[in-house]
């Protein structure tokens, strides 16, 4: 079993960025691909970005590339979203995520998923 615990969510406004932190327990992630989604009001979960454990390969969505990271921690069983030029659009909650295999894009492939964080971006 795996535990996944983020944190970091919050308002902030258009432009700004902010870091959020995924937390792994249980297990390490060992040869687990990690994924990020956020879910907006009235709409799906959608995938943001994902990174392999092991090789460290990772893939973002294209509505946030150039502008959202994703990195990990070893140490700290950890993984990172950092995400800067932030705008309305991206107002939603962000879960984090974890499937025992390659990165994949859709949530129905995610075994493992935390609680989620708000993330508010003001105009």
């Known amino acids: 079993q795996v535990q996944l615990v983020e944190s970091g969510g919050g308002l902030v406004q258009a432009g700004d960025s902010l870091s959020l932190s995924c937390v792994a327990s249980?297990?390490?992630?060992?040869?687990?691909?990690t994924g990020w989604f956020r879910q907006a009001p009235g709409k799906g979960r959608e995938f943001v970005a994902g990174?392999?454990?092991?090789?460290?390969?990772?893939l973002l969505a294209d509505s946030v590339r150039g502008r959202f990271t994703i990195s990990r921690d070893y140490r700290k069983n950890t993984v990172y979203l950092e995400m800067d030029s932030l705008t309305p659009e991206d107002t939603a909650v962000y879960y984090c995520?974890?499937?025992?295999?390659?990165?994949?894009?859709?949530?129905?492939?995610?075994?493992?998923w935390g609680q989620g964080t708000q993330v508010t971006v003001s105009s």
């Open positions: 995520a974890a499937r025992p295999s390659r990165i994949a894009t859709s949530a129905e492939q995610y075994n493992y």
């Open positions: 249980g297990r390490t992630f060992g040869a687990y691909s």
């Open positions: 990174m392999s454990w092991t090789t460290g390969d990772t």
